[in-house]
């Protein structure tokens, strides 16, 4: 996908209206691939607007901020971390589909036909649905457990996604790839993540009649939950119908508390991303039996010698409702600072998306490690681990030499002046 071929700018209307997937086929149906707009990077100022809403929404309301600064942080550090490889390679998502539809599809239904619009969104939408394997495969909710980790459940915890998610996830759409067009296939990829952005919040109550159909905020927070009778329910993308046809959905009930059943109580983005890999290597090492060293990786996460496939409810843990959500124990002085550091990275990310075409692979590579080493040393920070002023100083090390040899731009025209930068 690429910005030039269409749709340089997109109207509020539209930008409201592809958030909550009101765009109409004859005003998204794109002969090739190469025409469909980013829809997602689009939608981002429109992102920022409903999370002010939020706050003001849940400000007034309720009194009390929608999450805590540190929570959020840590998941738009998830989600700028899980952009990141796109610099430097395609999106499996796109290119596993484009290969079937290649090599093996079995007809061509027209790109241009509102039925195949339609069609592709609830071919997409039922392919999404089946990311409960990702709950099921011990393996592959190493990928999504990230997105699960936050005890807020607020707009920014819908930022936060996985790196290694996308590995997996392409499957569940191949079959699309025989015989629906890849650049219809890409509108309703953007779509159906647009729409799962502003379910992601507290403030939005009860929608009466639509609850039987959509998927909403209210039915999402039960898929967030770690209570007992959240776990494993609600999967559904856009429409809760196929939750209701399978026998996964759950109505929200009890009040639900967020995260994973065990918290990982950290915001370094590592850890977050990859801590339930570590899990799974050592207790593939520490089970015996080559079966069930299978079975650890293939089965449930709650699977164990002796358990059916995805583990026993009784072992997850009871909900009090007395749960403290963890927070950074940093002082308010350092949160400041880490958040100043965090913005300014922000900037140098979108710069680098917006210039990756001319830019060097070795300029793309140190820029990347760059924003990684921030997120890592603001984590560090947050954390207050041992090694954090270390990690912060090499850090601002780094970027002082980034500027010197022309890798990265300075915000501050006057660092040049004094030999830091060109």
Known sequence: MRNPGAQEDVSVSQ????????????????????????YVKKATPFFMSLMLLELIVSWIHKGKLPGHLDDALT???????????????????????????????????????PWTWY??????????????????VNIMWAGHQTHHSSEDYNLSAALRQSVIQIYTSWIFYCPLALFIPPSVYAIHLQFSLLYQFWIHT?????LGPLELILNTSSHHRVHHGRNRYCI???????????????????????????????????????????????????????????????????????WGPGKPRLGLSEEIPEVTRKEVAFSSPTSQ??????????????????????????????????????????????????????????????????????????????????????????
């Open 15 to 38: 930008g409201v209206r592809v958030i909550f997937y009101m765009m109409k086929p004859n005003e998204t149906s794109f002969q090739t691939l190469e025409e469909v707009p980013d």
């Open 75 to 113: 998941s738009v550090s998830a989600s700028v971390l899980s952009r990141l490889p796109s610099l430097l390679f395609r999106n499996i998502e796109l290119t596993s589909y484009i290969y079937i539809w290649e090599n093996y599809r079995l007809f061509s239904l027209p790109w241009d036909s």
């Open 119 to 136: 069609l592709t969104f609830l071919g997409v939408d039922f392919g999404y649905y089946f990311h409960r394997m990702t709950h099921e």
């Open 202 to 206: 507290e403030v939005i109550n009860n």
């Open 232 to 302: 494993d329910k609600n999967y559904a993308g856009t429409l809760i119908i196929w939750d209701r046809i399978f026998g996964t959905f759950e109505a929200e009930n009890e009040k639900v508390v967020y995260g994973l059943t065990y918290p990982i109580n950290t915001f370094e983005p590592f850890k977050v991303q990859f801590h339930h890999l570590l899990y799974i290597w050592t207790t593939f090492w520490d089970t015996p039996g080559l079966f069930n060293k299978f079975s650890v990786t293939f089965k449930g996460p709650g």
């Open 333 to 422: 002085l350092l949160k400041i600072y880490a958040i100043v550091q965090f913005a300014l990275m922000l900037a140098f990310y979108e710069e680098t998306f917006a210039n990756k075409a001319v830019l060097s692979q070795v300029t793309l590579l140190l820029r990347i490690c760059f924003i990684i080493l921030t997120l890592t040393s603001i984590g560090f920070l947050m954390d207050q681990r041992p090694q954090a002023a270390i990690m912060e100083t090499f850090r601002c090390f780094f970027f002082l030499t980034l500027c010197g040899f022309g890798h990265l731009k300075p915000f501050i025209p006057s660092l040049s002046l004094y030999g830091f930068c060109d």
